[in-house]
């Protein structure tokens, strides 16, 4: 099934948690907090302004984002799953710093 948000939404993959804490102690999975990390499967058109004219998204399929802890709905579609959320629940985008080139 293919699933395609509306508006200002957006569907979020949260990242897998560390089962090991920095010590090496295993934490099981009833004890483990759920990441505010995820990866944006999804995104809709955007949203609105009060003359109807359409904002569009910040935000890409592919994107690293930092999320509050209780952000979103959560879904489960095709077995896997997934949060949707307001673009305006996301805290910001997790960019990878860019390797510094060696001088020659």
């Given amino acids: ?3 395609r948000p509306l ?11 560390d089962e090991k804490t920095a010590g090496g102690i295993i934490i099981p999975d009833t004890a483990q907090e ?3 990390q995820g990866e944006v499967v ?5 949203g609105r302004d009060e003359a109807g004219k359409l904002i569009p998204i910040d935000i890409k399929v592919g994107d ?3 999320f509050g802890k209780w952000s979103g709905t959560e879904v489960k ?5 997934l949060l949707i959320m ?5 805290m910001g985008v997790i960019e990878e710093p860019v390797a510094k080139k ?3």
């Fill in 86 to 90: 307001k673009e305006s629940d996301i």
């Fill in 7 to 17: 508006h200002d939404r957006v569907v979020v993959k949260r990242v897998t948690a």
């Fill in 64 to 66: 690293r984002v930092l």
């Fill in 42 to 46: 999804a995104v809709g058109p955007g």
């Fill in 77 to 81: 579609i095709d077995g896997q799953e």
């Fill in 34 to 36: 759920k990441p505010s």
């Fill in 102 to 104: 060696k001088a020659a």
């Fill in 1 to 3: 099934m293919k699933f």
